[in-house]
Antibody, heavy 119, light 105 residues
């Protein structure tokens, strides 16, 4: 059974970089049949897919248009984890951030990481 | 940008049937997925590929598609089914619906 354990700071200052980590157990970040996603949920409740990374014959990443200029999702094969970096954050980036496994849908989710952007 | 529309809320009496719709352009040509989310918890997949139920999900949860509207049906609704429900589809990127709060009165 796949388990995803998230970690990272819960408070980030405006204009700084939000960084979160998702440690994977029960699967490999390098699996050629999996994709590793970041999804966030705003305080109003809406879910927004942010992006994903996955390995086939090489590493690939896809990002949502809304954050494409600010986001990086990277695998770390030595630690079997995936990271999220979101640059130049504003209060509108305040949300609960989830990592999730899945190509087209998400059967496995991390526990969620609440992040507040505030000075 | 692509959008999936759900009713904000649905109320149902215990033992009755709750139906939640999800509408979007060309949804009939894509798969729809459904998630249940209880307060303070991560979403749980309850239906995938329009009609399939993951292992461990009760049989009272079912999905259907007609034209560009997908429907999640909860038959014999129980108090434990009170939650927010989100549809999701995929077409180069993933998009979630606006969410529906199901209240069991």
């Amino acid at each position: 059974q796949v388990q995803l354990q998230q970690s990272g700071p819960g408070l980030v200052k405006p204009s700084q970089t939000l960084s979160l980590t998702c440690v994977i157990s029960g699967d490999s970040v390098s699996s050629t049949s999996a994709a590793w996603n970041w999804i966030r949920q705003s305080p109003s409740g809406g879910l927004e897919w942010l992006g994903r990374t996955y390995y086939r014959t090489k590493w690939n990443s896809d990002y949502a248009v809304s954050v494409r200029s600010r986001i990086t999702i990277d695998p770390d094969t030595s630690k079997n984890q995936v990271s999220l970096q979101l640059k130049s954050v504003t209060p509108e980036d305040t949300a609960v951030y989830f990592c999730a496994k899945g190509d087209y849908y998400f059967p496995f989710w991390g526990q969620g990481s609440p992040v507040t952007v505030s000075s | 940008s692509y959008a999936l529309t759900q009713p904000p809320s649905v109320s149902v009496s215990p033992g009755q049937t709750a139906s939640i719709t999800c509408s979007g352009d060309n949804l009939g040509n894509r798969y729809t997925y459904w998630y249940q989310q209880k307060t303070g918890q991560s979403p749980i997949l309850v239906i995938y590929e329009d009609t399939k139920r993951p292992s461990g999900i009760p049989e009272r949860f079912s999905g259907s598609i007609s034209g560009n509207t997908a429907t999640l049906t909860i038959s014999g609704t129980q108090a434990m089914d009170e939650a927010d429900y989100y549809c999701q589809s995929y077409d180069s990127t993933s998009v979630f619906g606006t969410g529906t709060k199901v209240t069991v009165l």
